[in-house]
C-alpha cells in the first residue's frame, strides 16, 4: 500500500536537488568584490552630460578625478615621449583604431591649441610606421606608437579579439588628472573638438 506522503516527499526531494544545483550558477554570477566593476562611458549627447562624477571608472586604469596611467611611446617626433612632460597644458589623449583611415585633424589641433589644449593620438603601430605617416599627412598633432598594446590596455581600449584598439578619448587637465573620458565611441573631428572643449568648460 502506497503512503500518502511520498507523493510529497518526492516533491521535496527534487526541489532540494534543484536547489543544490542552482548554488554553483547563483554564485558564479556575482561580481568578484576584490576586483570593481568597470564602467564604460559612451560619450554623451548632450553637453550637460560630459562629466562623469569623480571616482568613477572608466575602463582599465582610467578614474575620472585621479592621475592617468603614466607611460612613455616612441612618438612621430622621432624620439620617445612621457606622459608626464605633457603637463602644462590640458592634453586630449585619443586611440585610434585604424590610423590609415583617420581624418584629417589638423584644423582640429590649430582650433585647440588657441584653447592651450594638446592633441595626442596612439595607435597600434611601430615607431616608424608611425613616423612615415606623420611625415607623409604633415601632422601638426603628436602620433604615438604603442606597439605592444600595453598603454591601450592600462586605458581600457585593447580589444584581445581583435589585437588592436577601439576608439578612446581621455581629456586630462594641466596636472594629469582625467576630467572626461570615453571608451568605443569614434569622433569626426569637429566632434572631438567640440567634447573637449566643452568638457574643459565644465571641470
Not at 585619443?94 to 583617420?102: E, Q, T
Request: a neutral charge; glycine letters at 6%; aromatic letters at 6%.
Amino acid at each position: 500500500m502506497n503512503s500518502p506522503l511520498r507523493p510529497q516527499v518526492a516533491r521535496i526531494t527534487r526541489w532540494l536537488l534543484a536547489a543544490v544545483l542552482l548554488i554553483p550558477l547563483r554564485a558564479a554570477a556575482q561580481s568578484d568584490p576584490k576586483n570593481p566593476r568597470v564602467q564604460t562611458v559612451p560619450a554623451p549627447g548632450h553637453a550637460e552630460d560630459l562629466t562623469p562624477h569623480p571616482g568613477l571608472v572608466i575602463a582599465g586604469h582610467v578614474v575620472i578625478g585621479q592621475p592617468a596611467p603614466a607611460f612613455e611611446l616612441d612618438s612621430s617626433l622621432g624620439r620617445p615621449v612621457q606622459l608626464t612632460s605633457l603637463r602644462g597644458d590640458w592634453t586630449a589623449l585619443f586611440f585610434m583604431p585604424r590610423m590609415n583611415a583617420a581624418p584629417d585633424f589638423n584644423p582640429t589641433q590649430l582650433a585647440l591649441q588657441t584653447e592651450n589644449i594638446r592633441l595626442v593620438g596612439v595607435c597600434h603601430e611601430r615607431a616608424r610606421t608611425v613616423e612615415s605617416f606623420a611625415q607623409r599627412n604633415s601632422l601638426s598633432w603628436v602620433l604615438l606608437a604603442d606597439v605592444t598594446g600595453e598603454v591601450g590596455a592600462m586605458y581600457g581600449v585593447w580589444d584581445e579579439a581583435q589585437r588592436g584598439f577601439i576608439p578612446g578619448l581621455v581629456l586630462l587637465d594641466s596636472h594629469g588628472i582625467v576630467r572626461y573620458a570615453s571608451i568605443g565611441r569614434a569622433f569626426s573631428p569637429d566632434q572631438l573638438r567640440d567634447i573637449v572643449l566643452a568638457a574643459r568648460e565644465k571641470s
